[in-house]
């Protein structure tokens, strides 16, 4: 067993832990990543980076290499059912005043992750470990939490610090640690994950449709689309049960333009299932112990807002509490015992209302996709003349504010 020491100890390298990584290092902070895989290269991972997060990565002189690695971008946000379109927002119309960014980026996640851990790696205080486990915390005679224990190689390792943060997303077993349980506020969806090949000729933007049998997200991954389908949660046993063909000719039906390459999926190996939730901690911390990102609150697919407020946490936390960290790395006793518990709680404050809110709309509009996915045979699918004069005016107008320009956006503070 090896014994190590740092002053930030952060579980999960996804977008919440490797720039907050990033951000505090960059302050002088001394910082190590723990990564349980050997490489970003995961096919779940979320690939829309909103202006919220185009500011910042500008912010910190990564816009240009960022846009290299873009395949694609939305300037409007639409959803449509089979029917017709419901909601058409051009993002230039909406975006706040002075906004630099009217577009939603799309980029391969595990490419952000290299760029960030690239950056990161120009400052002497960053490490990040891969294939490195948490598997739980360490305390001090108190209980305070100071700092990990993870598994590499087969070999238990300690790793003392003066603020562990769980960045470990959403099945995070830091959460048990913080032990103030969760608010579930339910999902009736989940999604069947696959890839389909994606011809040169194609739009290069996100291609989302609603009908009946289910909702439908194609993400531009360069020669692939990585498609999302939206269904009744629960429902994956019966779809299994009623055979692949049907479930060829159910996707085919919302989304004609790729029944031609629908053989490729050619057993259920190839469909995986996503579970959707959406859920917050009650409180985000105790002494010693800090989760964000999903961690902290997990989101819903819906709106592809969840990495942006990942970074988004990252943000406000090094703004948060860089500064004290950088006095702790001086002191870690005296931070341990008089700093520490007071300003945790200041990351969940500032992040609270942005989180709730967002979460809230998510659940909405969750709902409201199921329903029309469940409209019965024979009924238009487009509401009627006055509620879709609502979704095409303010319903319009507020999605972007929300998902797209985030409430509350964080700016790197130095
Ligand atoms: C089906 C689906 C599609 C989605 N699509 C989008 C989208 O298009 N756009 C979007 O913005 N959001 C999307 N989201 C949400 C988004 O994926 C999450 O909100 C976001 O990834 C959260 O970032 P994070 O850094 O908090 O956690 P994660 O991205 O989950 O990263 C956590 C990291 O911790 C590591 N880890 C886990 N346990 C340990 C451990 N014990 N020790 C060490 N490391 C560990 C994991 O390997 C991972 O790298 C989607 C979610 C789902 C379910």
Wanted: glycine share 10%; no cysteine; charged share 25%.
């Amino acid at each position: 067993m090896s014994e190590e020491r740092t002053t930030v100890a952060i579980s999960g390298g996804g977008p919440a832990g490797i720039m907050l990584g990033l951000l505090l290092a960059r302050q002088g902070v001394e910082v190590t990543v723990l990564e349980k895989h050997a490489d970003f290269l995961r096919d779940f991972r979320g690939d829309t980076v909103h202006p919220m997060t185009l500011d910042i990565l500008d912010e910190l002189g990564l816009i240009d290499e960022f846009d290299r690695l873009v395949r694609g971008r939305m300037r409007a946000v639409r959803f449509a059912t089979t029917d017709g379109e419901l909601v058409h927002q051009d993002l230039r119309a909406v975006a706040p005043r002075g906004a630099r960014f009217a577009e939603i980026a799309l980029a391969p996640q595990w490419d952000l992750l290299n760029l960030l851990v690239r950056k990161a790696e120009e400052y002497p205080g960053f490490r990040i470990v891969m294939e490195a486990e948490t598997t739980g915390v360490l305390r001090d005679h108190a209980g305070r939490v100071r700092g990990l224990r993870y598994r590499l190689g087969g070999e238990e390792h300690l790793l003392h610090a003066v603020l562990s943060v769980a960045a470990d997303g959403r099945h995070s077993a830091l959460r048990d640690e913080i032990g103030t349980g969760v608010v579930e506020l339910g999902s009736p969806i989940d999604v069947l994950w696959f890839r389909i090949d994606r011809r040169e000729d194609e739009p290069t933007e996100l291609r989302g449709t609603i009908g009946r049998g289910g909702g439908i997200v194609a993400i531009n991954r360069g020669d692939y689309w990585q498609v999302a389908f939206l269904v009744r949660k629960g429902t994956d046993a019966e779809i299994q049960a009623a055979g692949l063909p049907a479930f060829r000719e159910r996707v085919g039906s919302v989304a004609p333009w790729m029944r031609d390459r629908l053989d490729q999926l050619r057993s259920w190996d190839d469909v995986k299932l996503l579970s959707v939730t959406v859920e917050r901690l009650r409180q985000w911390a105790v002494p010693g112990l800090l989760a964000i990102g999903d961690a902290a609150h997990t989101m819903s697919p819906m709106g592809g807002v969840g990495v942006n407020l990942a970074v988004s946490d990252a943000v406000a936390t090094a703004n948060l509490l860089g500064p004290d960290l950088l006095r702790a790395q001086r002191d870690p006793d005296r931070f341990a015992k008089v700093l520490n518990p007071a300003i945790l709680d200041r990351v969940q404050r500032r992040r609270q209302l942005p989180t709730t809110l967002t979460q809230r709309v998510q659940v909405l509009g969750q709902d409201q996709v199921i329903r029309f996915t469940e409209s019965p045979e024979g009924r238009p699918l487009l509401p009627p003349a006055p509620v879709l004069a609502l979704l095409r005016g303010p319903v319009s107008r507020m999605i972007p504010r929300v998902f797209v320009y985030g409430i509350r956006p964080e700016r790197v503070a130095r």
